[in-house]
């Protein structure tokens, strides 16, 4: 599907190539990913759904957490323990009633516990989800009150603020596009204009259609603009 998206998209800026340097490009967002349970548990709070927008360190969604915080009050108890056995055996080791051997051992068990420890406040702080960056939910995977596993996939999100545009043009153009140079993109959906740089042009050209892919960063205000929606780039007349 891709590779036909390409070529359709690369016929259609060759049919104009020769007039007016203009491609049709698609806006996609660099921040796109998928976020999964860490740990298993029933979902209690569920607050977000498809569209819907948040801050980065902003709660998505929480786990029953309560067997963890158990598990990590228990284990917290046994490193306290470890920890007065080990100075209990070095106050014997300054009367030297106690070897060697027994204060390693009680250094190592203590050392254990607190591993142990940390790694129960890692599952605590899996209990609720954050969001990693600005962005919408692009679509909702779980429901409240669904008992999850570890890797359940939870939510598809999309950032709003590292938006770039994907546009399809003629390998003849190589001989002008470089990376740095800024062209205009006319948005289909929001009929609005907006500036773009070229980052990244491929390193391979496309043989069936004579094409090559090119990556370009939107520069900022684009509030109205969100990943999916198409445009219309337009080069600079004095390029060709």
């Known amino acids: ?14 049919l104009c190539a020769a007039e007016n340097p203009t491609a049709r490009a698609i806006i996609v967002s660099l921040d796109r990913t998928v976020l999964s349970s860490e740990i298993a548990g029933e979902i209690i709070e569920l607050s977000k759904h498809e569209g819907d927008s948040f801050k980065k360190g902003e709660s998505l969604l929480k786990i029953d957490c309560a067997v963890y915080r158990a598990q990590k009050r228990k284990i917290d108890v046994e490193k306290e323990i470890a920890k007065l056995e080990l100075e209990k055996n070095k106050k014997l080791d300054s009367f030297g009633s106690v070897g060697t051997f027994e204060i390693q051992i009680s250094n190592e068990n203590y050392n254990k516990q607190k591993a142990e420890s940390d790694i129960a406040a890692i599952n605590v702080s899996r209990c609720e989800i954050n969001a990693p960056f600005d962005g919408k939910i692009a679509s909702k995977k779980v429901s409240k009150y669904q008992s999850i596993k570890p890797q359940d996939e939870l939510f598809e999100i999309v950032g709003l603020d590292n938006l770039e545009a994907r546009v399809v043009v003629p390998s003849s153009w190589l001989a002008w596009l470089k990376r740095g140079m800024e062209f205009e993109l006319n948005v289909d959906e929001t009929k609005t204009t907006l500036k773009a740089q070229i980052v990244q042009i491929d390193s391979v050209v496309d043989p069936t259609s004579q094409s090559i892919t090119i990556r370009a960063k939107l520069i900022k205000p684009f509030e109205t603009i969100i990943p999916g929606m198409s445009a219309t780039a337009h080069f600079p007349q004095n390029t060709h």
């Not at 599907?1 to 060759?14: D, E, T």
């Open 1 to 14: 599907m891709k590779r036909v998206l390409s070529i359709v998209l690369a016929l259609a800026s060759m």
